[in-house]
């Protein structure tokens, strides 16, 4: 099967390609410089969609960088990497002559607002209540396809994903070493991925 996977750098998006090659697949990154193996999102924005059967985004700054400060810059950064890379690889698929399979769209928990009272589920209605939530909501959003489009679209709200690699550990993990760390409810990434797979390919790949 061959998967289209923008921001397949990233802590998330390594795992998931290495998953997907391990597995006899083939895998195009988009990301923001040309590589064997890649193309970039000015080549998506300028040319039609290659063909493929999945196409995956996981592509955004991150939200916990050590060394940006939360600000208006930082937002507006989020929601730029985020919703804009979804808008522009959502309408390629609509546009597209032969669309993909399946179009997988990363949100995150921040959909849900802070609460020690309520038990979400996905049905729970869009919020605007912070930044989080606003962006999460305008982010899957983004990823909606035309009514006649065949393309199932999946949207993966994602929590915090831990992994030896990268991601949240590596940004975290001085205050744990000074014993300042605190609880942390998480998905280890050796069974994120499988359950990503899974999630988004169960038709397809298995």
Known sequence: MRVLIGGGTGFIGKALVGSLKQAGHDVTIISRTKAPGRITWNDITMSPLPECEAVVNLAGEN????????????I???????IETT????????????????F???SAVGFYPTSETVDYTEDFPPS????LTRLCSDWEDSA???????????????????GRNGGVIQQTIWPYWLGL????????????????????????VW
């Not at 507006?76 to 985020?82: A, T, V, Y």
């Not at 605007?128 to 930044?131: G, M, N, R, V």
């Open 76 to 82: 507006h950064d989020l929601r730029q990497s985020r």
């Open 128 to 131: 605007s209540s912070d930044t």
């Open 181 to 204: 760390g605190g609880t942390v409810w998480y998905f280890h990434d050796i069974y994120f991925i499988p359950c990503y797979r899974n999630l988004g390919f169960r038709h397809f």
């Open 87 to 102: 808008k522009t690889l959502a309408r390629k698929i609509a546009d597209a002559a032969k669309p993909p399979k399946v």
């Open 63 to 74: 939200i916990l960088n050590p060394l940006r400060r939360w600000n208006k810059e930082l």
């Open 104 to 106: 997988i769209s990363s």
């Open 144 to 162: 909606n396809l035309p009514d006649d489009c065949k393309t199932r679209v999946v949207k993966v709200r994602i929590g915090v994903v831990l």
